[in-house]
Structures are given as C-alpha cells and as structure tokens.
C-alpha cells in the first residue's frame, strides 16, 4: 500500500536549527503528513506546532502520560513531543502531525502524537488535538531547538 | 562566542533549504513562547499537586490508604 507521496524530507545537520519551516506546500493533496524523528539540545522535549506561522488559537487538548499516571487538559497552542537532552545521548523521539483537508477553506483541525524514547524509567506520550483558522496551510512550522540528526519528512495523502 | 541561531527553511516547491538566521522578532517571539510555556507547565503542575493534597485528605478523613482506595473504584 502506497501510505503517501513524499513531497520534502530534511535532516538537521550540525549546529541544529531553532525551527524547520515547510514552505511552498503544494496545494494538489487531499492531507498532509508530518514524520518526525526528534532530539531538542534543550531540557524540554516539547516544540510548536504553527500553520502558517501562526499559532493555534482555540480548542487545543491533549491527553499525556508517562507509563504511570495520565493526565489532560489544555495549554492553549499545539506542541509536539520529542526526545530532550535530558534523555539517554543519540535517542530520537517521533511524532507525527497530521492535517486533514489543508487546500480548503475550512476550519482546519490538526492532531499531533508523539512519543519518546529513553533507556531509563521516564518516558512519555501525548496525543494532541487543536483548531486553526480556515486558510489554506501553505507552510507548517516546527518551532524549538532541534538538534543534528533529527528528521522531518512531509507527505501528500491523496 | 554568541550562538547564531537559524532555522531551516525548506521550499517544498523547489525542494531548496537553506539555514537562515533569526531575526530579531523571531528571536524575541521564541524566548516569549517559552516563558508562556513555563508558565502554563508550572500552573498545571500547582493544579495537579492542589488536586493531589486534596485527594489525600480526603483519604485520611475516610481512613483509607491509596492501595485500599484503588481496591474500592477497580
């Protein structure tokens, strides 16, 4: 089965980059896929999501664990998840972000689930729900430190 | 030595990328979202743990320990 058609693949090379922005997204699919493989040269493993470079603005929710407790709620914008630099060196967290009906002009509704992965007890998932506006998503942006290494791939869904 | 930081922009249309230093703006857009961030973790970790000494108090008012508590609501 043909799962998408690779439309741009990136790895970060060495020195990192605080963002990795999609452009010039063809507008010829029906969803749009983003594969992630993570590492952040930071404490945190959480980066933004933005359309557009624009922020989400209303209906974020996510559901999160860590293999004992859970937890839900909202923090207002649309954050992925990946490995930090806490975890154990040259692990990768994955997530993937996908975006149903992007060309219209509909309401869009992202949903982002990620993962981390570490040789020690803490290891975390969150799956990940928002709105944005109703313009076309012509560019996705990845917003936070990423380090060398980490891959993005982004995929057209007929 | 001060770090440059850049982000990786990649035109989809062309399928060039190139490393393009912040700006200035972006630079302060990015240090504003993660105070925002540590914000919003700190207040649900406050939440959580608010949430956490009330369920323990309510435990020891009924006597209860969380093994037996787990056992009444599986």
């Known amino acids: ?158 | 030595m001060t770090e440059i930081l850049q982000k990786l922009v990649v035109d989809c249309g062309t399928g060039e990328a190139t490393y393009v230093p912040l700006t200035a703006e972006e630079i302060a857009q990015r240090e504003a979202d993660a105070l925002a961030y540590a914000q919003e973790q700190a207040d649900r970790e406050a939440a959580e743990a608010a949430r956490q000494a009330q369920r323990e108090a309510i435990m020891t008012r009924l006597g209860l320990t969380a093994d037996e508590l787990k056992v009444l609501l599986g």
């Open chain 1, 1 to 158: 089965m043909t799962y998408g058609t690779l439309i741009n693949t990136q790895t970060i090379a060495a020195g990192g980059a605080a963002s990795i922005d999609f452009n010039s997204i063809p507008q010829t699919y029906t969803d749009i896929l983003i594969v992630l493989s993570g590492r952040l040269s930071i404490g945190s493993g959480v980066f933004e999501v933005k359309l557009n470079s624009t922020s989400s603005t209303s209906n974020e929710k996510y559901l999160y664990g860590d293999g004992t407790t859970g937890s839900s709620g909202n923090n207002g914008v649309l954050y992925g998840l990946v490995d930090s630099s806490a975890y154990t060196a040259n692990t990768f967290g994955n997530t993937q972000i996908y975006i149903p009906n992007y060309a219209g002009s509909n309401t869009k509704i992202v949903s982002v689930d990620g993962v981390t992965e570490n040789n020690a007890t803490t290891s975390l998932q969150k799956l990940t729900t928002a709105t944005f506006g109703s313009s076309a998503v012509t560019s996705v942006n990845l917003v936070n430190s990423f380090a060398q290494y980490s891959t993005a791939s982004l995929y057209g869904i007929k």
